[in-house]
């Protein structure tokens, strides 16, 4: 699909906008304080495949820490600040990569200005991240007449960003990165659509506050894919309330749905029913964690295979033998398929083994 061509941006080594690659972010979800635990989930979700991880920081201790992290992350580091501009001094000071502003939460223009200086001098993108539920009056941004009560929700965000996008051209700073996110899936689409037809600064999508999996992995579906779909968006996050790595896993599976991302192991299930005679959901969670080492592999080097797992005889044998590698299971255990052809007949406790030595020696 064609997509919007924004300025790139440079975040620590990953280049954002301007065709480059869509890239996965999240957000850790410890004590920024506690540099063990924040490093332990900033390391996990860098295995998962995450390109850029942000981190909360409000208060002193949790600035005081970021030194530490930011030596010891794997992947570009984002400082969350809200309220006190103070703590986004100390983030840039601390060697992060990016800062995300929330025009919101920061409507002091002097602050904001003392913080895109420094960001300026130290060639730091800012991240002007406006959601939905932190509007209010602080930015200027009031009720009007001009639009419906459709199209009026959309247009406060989109003027929430411009509050802050105005003052930091005020110092001639444009290293700008743009989210407009809402709890609402229709405004939020629409906020992305009316702002990528004005600007050209990379936009970071998602749409926060989504809630629990499976609801908010829904939620999130809908509306990021649709923005995507329209070719809008150069970085995304799928906001859950859940492990940052599953936010990942999301993110980068959703991409990979809409041949956005490319590499990795493409996996192909059935729902189970009253056919199916082996524990399916278990036999599918070990070959997936059996196999990631080579998922991993996979994704670097964008290459990608398809494995069939399939839990009866109606459509097992014809899903298994169309995929690189299949497993069609049936009452006395399974058969093994690779490329097509019948390798293996095998008990359901031999199923995970094997699929993974034949696909581990094919690798």
Known sequence: MDRNQTRIIKVGNVLIGGGNPIS???????????????????????DYGCDIIRVA??????????????????IPLVADIHFNYRLAIMALESGVQKIRLNPGNLKDKDAVKTVA???KKLNVPIRIGVNGGSIGNTC??????????????SNEIIKAAEYHINLLKEIDF???????????????????????????????????????????????????????????????????????????????????????????INYISCPTCGRCDV???????????????LHKKLEKEQKEITIAIMGCEVNGPGEAANADYGVACGKNGAIIFSHGEKKNKVTEKEITRKLIEIIS???
């Open 117 to 119: 200086e420094l960001a």
């Open 140 to 153: 200027n941004v009031t009720r009007s007449d001009e639009f419906s009560e459709k199209e009026r929700y």
């Open 279 to 293: 524990e399916l959901m278990s036999v599918i969670g070990n070959i997936k964690k059996g196999l990631f080492p």
């Open 24 to 46: 996965v972010q999240t957000m850790t979800k410890s004590s920024t304080a506690d540099v063990e635990q924040t490093i332990y989930q900033i390391e996990q979700a860098a």
């Open 57 to 74: 920081v409000p208060d002193v201790d949790a600035a005081e820490s970021l030194k530490d992290i930011v030596k010891k992350s794997p």
């Open 361 to 363: 020696y094919s690798w």
């Open 174 to 264: 444009e290293n700008i990165i743009v989210s407009l996110k809402s709890s609402d899936i229709t405004s939020t689409i629409d906020a992305n659509v009316l702002f990528s037809k004005k600007y050209d600064f990379p936009l970071h999508i998602g749409l926060t506050e989504a809630g629990c999996p499976p609801t908010g992995l829904i939620k999130s579906t809908i509306a990021i894919s649709e923005i995507l779909k329209l070719g809008i968006g150069d970085t995304v996050r799928v906001s859950l309330t859940a492990d940052p790595a599953e936010e990942v896993v999301a993110g980068i599976e959703m991409l990979k749905s809409l041949k956005l991302r490319f590499g990795g």
